[in-house]
């Protein structure tokens, strides 16, 4: 079983059109992310949920609106698409560490999102 | 300033010989975990090896072992033997306290070729 599952592997779509990009994780974590990586292979957190609570919400434009219908699944809604939003985004799920003395709880990501805007 | 710091954008190395790629970090949280990703050419991030901040010892991961100096606040990686298979991006990266609230912070990565 896929541990951090996002849909589609492949999106290529037209500017101006809305599109969405799905998340699932089976691994019981309470808080799941959004990243996007851009051509540079630089890594920008975009958004975090903990139990569908938003948490973080970087400086992304409102074209982008995630939304968590249950603590396993994060969804992320672009409206309008760009040219500049082109890249390739991330979703991830992580939990706390256990006694408090250990931030070893890691991500596990999903494979990624290739989004092509023409 | 930077949270994680690779000063290597690209490193190549000789199939079967050892390489260490550098990774310093900035923080005042006593609390932080410090981890290594693989993004191989197919896309996908891959977990390597962790470090806690009270962890006595250096972490290690079958080839892949982490130079932790505390003091000097670097998270190195030393893969042993290189494979070709290890040709790809590698990410530092550090997350802050206990909570999963806390985001982790990514390094602009190292590209590593392994020649034959």
């Known amino acids: 079983d896929t541990a951090v599952s996002q849909t589609p592997k492949y999106l290529v779509t037209q500017m101006g059109n809305d599109k969405s990009i799905k998340c699932e994780q089976n691994?019981?974590?309470?808080?799941m992310y959004w990243y996007k990586q851009d051509s540079k292979k630089f890594l920008k957190i975009m958004f975090s949920?903990?139990?569908?609570?938003?948490?973080i919400n970087e400086t992304v434009p409102n074209r982008f609106s995630p939304k968590s219908p249950d603590k396993a699944h994060l969804n992320l809604h672009i409206n309008s698409l760009e040219l500049g939003d082109s890249a390739v985004y991330f979703c991830?799920?992580?939990?706390?560490?256990?006694?408090?003395?250990?931030?070893?709880?890691?991500?596990?990501f999903g494979s990624g999102t290739r989004l092509t805007v023409v | 300033a930077q949270k994680i710091t690779q000063t290597q954008p690209g490193m190549f190395v000789q199939e079967k010989e050892a390489v260490t790629l550098d990774c310093t970090y900035d923080?005042?949280?006593?609390?932080?975990?410090l981890f290594w990703y693989k993004q191989p050419s197919s896309g996908e991030m891959i977990f390597l090896i962790y470090?806690?901040?009270?962890?006595?010892q250096n972490a290690t991961e079958g080839r892949y072992s982490l130079n932790f100096q505390k003091a000097r606040k670097s998270a190195n990686l030393v893969i042993s033997a290189s494979q070709l298979g290890d040709s790809a991006m590698y990410f530092c990266?550090?997350?802050?306290?206990?909570?999963?609230?806390?985001?982790?912070?990514f390094g602009s990565g190292t590209k590593l070729n392994v020649k034959p």
């Open positions: 991830a799920s992580s939990r706390a560490g256990l006694d408090g003395k250990r931030a070893n709880y890691g991500y596990t």
């Open positions: 691994l019981g974590h309470d808080t």
């Open positions: 470090q806690g901040s009270y962890d006595q």
């Open positions: 949920y903990n139990n569908k609570e938003l948490i």
């Open positions: 923080t005042s949280d006593p609390s932080y975990g």
């Open positions: 990266a550090m997350r802050e306290g206990v909570s999963s609230f806390n985001k982790f912070y």
